[in-house]
């Protein structure tokens, strides 16, 4: 019975690892590609994906194999199952268009941090904070103002399971640094980053007060020379602290 378990274990890995792989090679991959890039055997690789196939999750045309669009049913189903997308979409939406910027929503899943919606304004930069991106949370405003959320333990313990890996120059890397950044936050109600995680960019966020939902937080993102220009910051954190502010009366009516 155990051995049963173990290989099914390890069949669900070579899955995923089939998938990541794909997605990792832009979308779109044949399969001596995966076999170049993945551990598992050519053939072992083949069967696989033949039964994901099968599954509608992934498509193969031409030789290439692409993530199925399945996926978007559970995708979907992940998004919406507490209620936060639905309410928080508009005012997100909103931020962007009144701002011109990166407007995002993020939730906590696993120590991570992954964005579950974002929308750009008609001066946004172009990052790769897509529909389901998971990140760090000590790299960006958003994930700290999520950690803001949190109490010391639970930091902790997201520490020790995902590290405080850098990604700039500017992330912030040392355990005791972080703390202080996040009682400010807590203090302020709001978090920043300068270049933490992308270079040339900044960004404003604060937490959403969501009861007994997921934890979420939203924030905008901008190039760093129109964020730290005179009031250009106080106005983007006014912003998201109104639409944070109407999101959880949402919430707590709904």
């Not at 053939?43 to 039964?51: A, D, G, M, P, Q």
């Not at 030789?63 to 992940?78: K, P, Q, S």
């Not at 008609?122 to 991106?133: E, H, S």
């Amino acid at each position: 019975m155990t051995r049963a378990k173990t290989d099914s274990v390890r069949a669900t890995q070579t899955s995923l690892a089939v998938l990541s792989g794909i997605k990792d090679l832009g979308g779109s991959a044949t399969l001596v590609e995966l076999a170049d890039s993945l551990e598992p055997a050519k053939s072992t690789i083949y069967k696989h994906l033949v039964t994901l196939e099968d599954e509608g999750l992934v498509v193969e045309r031409d030789g290439e194999y692409r993530i199925g669009l399945r996926w978007l049913e559970f995708g979907g189903m992940a998004q919406r199952y507490d209620g936060i997308y639905e309410v928080a979409k508009p005012e997100v939406r909103r931020m962007a268009v009144e701002t011109g910027e990166l407007a995002n929503l993020m939730i906590e899943e696993q120590g991570y941090g992954i964005y579950i919606h974002t929308t750009s304004g008609d001066q946004a930069v172009a990052l790769d904070t897509r529909l389901g991106k998971r990140i760090h949370l000590h790299k960006t405003a958003i994930g700290k103002a999520l950690l803001s959320s949190f109490d010391d333990e639970r930091v902790a313990e997201i520490i020790e399971t995902r590290g405080l890996p850098a990604e700039t120059d500017n992330t912030i890397t040392d355990r005791e640094t972080l703390f202080a950044e996040l009682e400010t936050i807590r203090e302020r109600g709001v978090a920043d980053d300068t270049e933490e995680r992308v270079d040339g960019t900044g960004c404003v966020g604060v937490p959403i007060d969501t009861g007994d939902r997921r934890e979420a937080a939203i924030s905008i993102t901008a190039p760093i020379n129109r964020l730290q220009s005179p009031g250009r910051k106080a106005q983007l954190i006014d912003t998201v602290q109104q639409a944070a502010n109407v999101i959880e009366v949402n919430l707590a009516h709904e």
